[in-house]
């Protein structure tokens, strides 16, 4: 079983950049499909981005696309979230998820395909 823990979290004016980390610790991370989700508050938790546990294919959600950048370094067991251009409507506490399981397909969009989440960071831009 595969621990997940964010960090890179704060508060930034609107244009900034902020890099979200998620370092996981138990299993080697090469093992899973990740991806990132944010849930703003009132709302219901979102897919923002995902890669597969090679890091050769990445998607996004239509919103973050072209501003958001996906990564992850297996030798780290660390996945990244590169955030730029950050807007107000980008304000909410973002999870990194795992999937032991391929995830393919719409599946990728789903936040009951993964199996394993972190705790959340907050992210919090200010206009």
């Known amino acids: 079983q595969v621990q997940l823990g964010e960090s890179g979290g704060g508060l930034v004016q609107a244009g900034g950049s902020l890099r979200l980390s998620c370092a996981a610790s138990?299993?080697?991370?090469?093992?899973?499909?990740m991806a990132w989700f944010r849930q703003a508050p009132g709302k219901e938790r979102e897919f923002v981005a995902a890669?597969?546990?090679?890091?050769?294919?990445?998607y996004y959600a239509d919103s973050v696309k072209g501003r958001f950048t996906i990564s992850r370094d297996n030798a780290k067991n660390t996945v990244y979230l590169q955030m730029n251009s950050l807007k107000p409507e980008d304000t909410a506490v973002y999870y990194c998820?795992?999937?032991?399981?391929?995830?393919?397909?719409?599946?990728?969009?789903?936040?009951?395909?993964?199996?394993?989440w972190g705790q959340g960071t907050q992210v919090t831009v200010s206009s």
């Open positions: 998820a795992a999937s032991g399981r391929m995830v393919v397909g719409c599946s990728l969009y789903y936040a009951r395909s993964y199996d394993y």
């Open positions: 138990g299993r080697t991370l090469s093992s899973y499909d």
């Open positions: 890669i597969s546990r090679s890091g050769y294919s990445t």
